[in-house]
């Protein structure tokens, strides 16, 4: 009875095993996956997976992701809560074709940036005030992003360009409003919500403010404007180099 329950166990595992093992590629489908990738992915992820929008995939390791299944779910069905989207048009062969080229690009190292990660953090902190509208590790107050991995999802180009231009690169819905309201008071904020009756804002304090739209004299969209001063004439370009590297190694912990 015992030899039985060993080989159920062994058979169950050979299973297991085949559901998280990734197919068998050919030089062809890797080509189609280089293909794939840059139609699909290479918005987001950088032609050569060094990231921008998106998480850079020239890390040996990858957040979510424990094996080659849990890449293809992710591929599948997007990131919930994320800006990841779900490629359900693409077959599985498709999908698979991807995986073999992420991995590919995997074995590439990633270039040493030149910053001083140490001398980033002082500027983070002092310099460049920073953590007046970031977090980092549950430190800092304000409305800007979180920045605790920041390095995970966004590379050094694009750290770089937020940190010039900051207007050039805001998330997806972010928007700087102008508020009157009709006593006179005047508020400018980030937008948090909007609907056809009304809008809520969270000022430079954080704090919420939410008004009906027939409270309000005027209401002023800024597209492509950032609350966050751009720092090509505050930081010299060593120091932003060393601001770069210093965000660029937060991670997520592995």
């Not at 290479?42 to 998106?54: E, M, Q, T």
């Not at 800024?222 to 120091?239: A, H, K, N, Q, W």
Request: with cysteine; glycine share 12%; aromatic share 8%.
């Amino acid at each position: 009875m015992a030899f039985k329950g060993m080989v159920i166990l062994f058979i169950l595992l050979m299973f297991i095993g085949t559901q998280n093992a990734q197919p068998a590629f050919d030089q062809e489908e890797s080509s189609r996956g280089k293909k794939l990738y840059i139609g699909h992915c290479s918005l987001c992820h950088g032609v050569d997976g060094s990231g921008g929008r998106g998480p850079a995939l020239t890390q040996a390791w990858l957040r979510r992701q424990a094996n080659a299944r849990a890449v293809f779910n992710t591929i599948r069905s997007g990131v919930e809560g994320g800006e990841m989207p779900g490629f359900w048009l693409l077959s599985d062969n498709e999908i698979w074709d991807i995986i073999r080229f992420v991995r590919e690009m995997n074995s590439s190292a990633n270039a040493r940036l030149p910053g001083d990660a140490e001398k980033g953090k002082a500027i983070y902190l002092s310099k460049g005030n920073c953590n007046a509208c970031h977090i980092v590790n549950g430190a800092g107050t304000g409305i800007g992003p979180d920045l605790s991995t920041i390095g995970g999802r966004r590379n050094a180009i694009y750290l770089r360009e937020s940190l010039i231009d900051p207007g050039k690169s805001l998330p997806d819905g972010f928007l700087v409003v102008n508020l009157i309201l009709k006593d006179g008071r005047k508020l400018r904020g980030v937008r948090v919500n909007e609907d056809s009756f009304t809008i809520q804002i969270h000022d430079a304090s954080r704090r919420l403010h939410s008004y009906r739209k027939d409270e309000l004299k005027e209401l002023k969209k800024e597209f492509g404007v950032s609350t966050m001063p751009g720092y090509r004439d505050i930081l010299t370009d060593s120091e932003l180099d060393d601001l770069v590297a210093y965000l660029a190694g937060l991670r997520e912990p592995r």
